[in-house]
């Protein structure tokens, strides 16, 4: 609950107080940057509207097995090494899920797919909340909200370098929210804790 809180609370924020492609920068390393993004974590999305409807009902569906099993672990008193991980990417899909799900419905302003070109349309102003159900869009087609930029490498390569010459390196540039954080650390917690997490015997 206090991820999904926090996940929300920072994403109506910056829905609210930000122009899409806005970007504040808190320190050199580290900015907050509003993009909207239809499909998965950190801007990877695919399929145009059929994607998206795929995509939601495929994280819907995973919530629901995590909620069966998570009766299982509890029942069967399952280590906090399992539970902790697994409860934290269960509430940063759930996040996203809620993203994608109601923010059409809520918000006056959103990227919307327009189906005559095949593509993701972008938005100028910002947004505010609106009655349910008179949004910008419809239900399951709202965007994700993202804002954690941490660009710790920014260089431009120098021209006189074969090949790369004047690209610039960019690390980390994806930007991404705090349901995706805690999907990975969780995820990560998972696999430096899997023999805790997963001992012999444990009942799946």
Not at 24 to 38: D, G, H, Q, R, Y
Not at 122 to 131: D, L, P, R, V
């Amino acid at each position: 609950m206090i991820v999904l809180f926090i996940d929300q609370a920072s994403k109506f924020y910056v829905k609210t107080h930000f122009e899409l492609g806005e970007s504040l920068a808190v320190f050199s390393w580290f900015k907050i940057t509003f993009v909207e993004n239809p499909g998965m974590a950190y801007g990877i999305h695919f399929g145009g509207l059929l994607g998206k409807y795929l995509l939601v009902i495929l994280r819907l569906f995973l919530c629901i097995m995590m909620i069966v099993y998570f009766r299982k672990w509890i029942r069967g008193k399952a280590s906090n090494f399992l539970i902790i991980p697994m409860s934290m990417i269960f509430a940063g899909a759930l996040g996203n899920i809620i993203d994608g799900m109601f923010y059409g419905l809520i918000f006056d302003k959103g990227t919307t797919y327009q189906e005559s070109i095949g593509s993701w349309i972008e938005y100028s102003g910002i947004a505010k909340i609106s009655s349910f159900g008179h949004g910008y869009s419809s239900f399951m087609k709202g965007c994700v909200v993202d804002m954690l930029h941490f660009p710790l490498i920014n260089w431009v390569v120098p021209n006189n370098w074969p090949v790369i010459g004047g690209g610039r390196i960019e690390f980390f540039k994806y930007i991404f929210n705090i349901a995706d954080s805690s999907i990975t650390v969780g995820a990560i917690f998972l696999l430096l804790f899997r023999k805790k997490a997963f001992p012999k015997g444990l009942d799946f």
